[in-house]
Structures are given as structure tokens and as C-alpha cells.
Nanobody, 119 residues
């Protein structure tokens, strides 16, 4: 059974920092591309950042220079360090695991963790 469990969300003032973590189980973690997505009320889910099995990273333009994604294959975890947070970063942040295998796409999602940026 695949499980992705996020932690680290909360309420933070503008300009503050948070670190999100996602613990994965039930998958061969090291071969998956891991990602963070977010969904704000009334908006579509959007990509925040991804990191491939080889460590290549990709970021949404809105978070470049402020957020950093990293992974620890020994611990089956992926993290998102968020600095200089803005009110528009407020959303539910979801962890994703993705891979292609034999022309089939495998996608797994966590339940999400709420991040609220407000004074």
C-alpha cells in the first residue's frame, strides 16, 4: 500500500519560512520523480517544484529563488524549504510521486498539508 504523508504546514507571517516534509512508503522511492503541488480555494492545482530520481529540480516561476526542494533516498523523504513566504503562497500543499513504467503512468498523492501566510 502506497502512502505519502505530509507534515510541516501551519500559519506563518509574510516573509517567514516553513519546511514541509513528505514521507513515502510502499514504493521504490529512489526511482520516482517527487513533487510538491498546491491548491488554493477556488483555484486549480498547480505545480510548485519537482525533483527527479537523478536530483534534477524544476520550479514554478512564482517560487523560484524562494523555495528549495530536496530528497533523501535513504529516508524515503522529500522536503520543501519555503522562504520569504507571501500571502499568495497560502494553499494546501500536496506531495506527489510519479514515474513512467512500460508506457504506464504511476501517480500517487498525499492528503495535503495546509500552509497559511497571514499577518
Amino acid at each position: 500500500q502506497v502512502q505519502l504523508v505530509e507534515s510541516g504546514g501551519g500559519l506563518v507571517q509574510p516573509g517567514g519560512s516553513l519546511r514541509l516534509s513528505c514521507a513515502a512508503s510502499g514504493i521504490l522511492f529512489s526511482v520516482f520523480t517527487m513533487g510538491w503541488y498546491r491548491q488554493a480555494p477556488g483555484k486549480q492545482r498547480e505545480l510548485v517544484a519537482t525533483i527527479t530520481s537523478g536530483g534534477n529540480t524544476n520550479y514554478a516561476d512564482s517560487v523560484k529563488g524562494r523555495f528549495t526542494i530536496s530528497r533523501d533516498n535513504a529516508k524515503n523523504t522529500v522536503s520543501l524549504q519555503m522562504n520569504s513566504l507571501k500571502p499568495e503562497d497560502t494553499a494546501v500543499y500536496l506531495c506527489n510521486a510519479h514515474r513512467w513504467l512500460l508506457a504506464h503512468s504511476y501517480d500517487y498523492w498525499g492528503q495535503g498539508t495546509q500552509v497559511t501566510v497571514s499577518s
